[in-house]
C-alpha cells in the first residue's frame, strides 16, 4: 500500500514562479526520495535525504525533510515550462532493501 | 551512468498471448530489480521485486503465475504476462538498484512498457 500523501495533486503555475510540494509519510525511514515522470515515461530520480538530514540542494531544487512531523517538502525554484511533469516522493523503510513505497504523486504544470 | 532499458516499449496483443518484458542495467550491475504497474494519473504499484539467481518476491495480489519475473544476470530482469487479458492492459515499469556506494541507492527506472490486450 503506498504510504505517501501529497499535496496538491494538481498544481498550475506560471513560468519563472516557485513550486512547492508535500509528502506526507507514516512510517520510520532510512531516506526519502524525490522523482520526476513526464507522460508515458519512466521516473528520473531527483534528490534523495537522508532521515538525518534536514535540508538539501540540487540546482534550482530543495529538498526538506521533518522527521517529526513525518514530512518532506520539494521546492523547485524560477520553474520553466520544461519543470511540467509529476512528482512522487518515495520513501525507504528500516530493512526494506532498496524497496521503495511511492506516494500519489503531484501533477505540475508550468504555463509558458 | 546508470542507464536502464526497457523493452519494448509498446505491445499490442490478442487476448491470450503470452507478453515478455525485457529491463537491462546498460552500464551497472543490478543487485535487485523491481517491477511496477501503473494505471493513469495514479502511482506506481510494485509487483515485485526481484534478485539475481533468486526467486522473485511478489507483493500480495500479484499472482505469481501470471506475471512471470525471471533475474537471469545482473544485468537482464523479464516480466513475463502470462495468457493475457484486456484487464492487464497497463504501463509496466521496471527500476534497478546497485552501482553505486554506500547503503542509500536510488531507483534508475526504464521508459515503461505501454501494455494494450485487444
Known amino acids: 500500500s503506498q504510504q505517501g500523501e501529497e499535496d496538491p495533486q494538481a498544481l498550475s503555475i506560471q513560468e519563472g514562479e516557485n513550486a512547492t510540494m508535500n509528502c506526507s509519510y507514516k512510517?520510520?525511514?532510512?531516506?526519502l526520495q524525490w522523482y520526476r515522470q513526464n507522460s508515458g515515461r519512466g521516473l528520473v530520480h531527483l534528490i534523495l535525504i537522508r532521515s538525518n538530514e534536514r535540508e538539501k540542494h540540487s540546482g534550482r531544487l530543495r529538498v526538506t525533510l521533518d522527521t517529526s512531523k513525518k514530512s518532506s517538502s520539494l521546492l523547485i525554484t524560477a520553474s520553466r515550462a520544461a519543470d511540467t511533469a509529476s512528482y512522487f516522493c518515495a520513501t525507504a523503510p528500516p530493512a526494506s532493501g532498496s524497496r521503495l513505497t511511492f506516494g500519489e504523486g503531484t501533477q505540475l504544470t508550468v504555463n509558458p | 551512468g546508470a542507464v536502464v532499458s526497457q523493452h519494448p516499449s509498446w505491445v499490442i496483443c490478442k487476448s491470450g498471448t503470452s507478453v515478455k518484458i525485457e529491463c537491462r542495467s546498460l552500464?551497472?550491475?543490478?543487485?535487485?530489480m523491481f517491477w511496477y504497474r501503473q494505471f493513469p494519473k495514479q502511482s506506481l504499484m510494485l509487483m515485485a521485486t526481484?534478485?539475481?539467481?533468486?526467486?522473485?518476491?511478489?507483493e500480495q495480489g500479484v499472482e505469481k503465475d501470471k506475471f512471470l519475473i525471471n533475474h537471469a544476470s545482473l544485468t537482464l530482469s523479464t516480466l513475463t504476462v502470462t495468457s493475457a487479458h484486456p484487464e492487464d492492459s497497463s504501463f509496466y515499469i521496471c527500476?534497478?538498484?546497485?552501482?553505486?556506494?554506500?547503503?542509500?541507492?536510488?531507483?534508475?527506472f526504464g521508459d515503461g512498457t505501454r501494455l494494450s490486450i485487444l
Open positions: 527500476s534497478a538498484s546497485g552501482g553505486g556506494r554506500g547503503r542509500d541507492q536510488p531507483q534508475h
Open positions: 512510517t520510520s525511514i532510512n531516506n
Open positions: 526481484s534478485n539475481e539467481g533468486s526467486k522473485a518476491t511478489y
Open positions: 552500464d551497472f550491475q543490478a543487485t535487485t
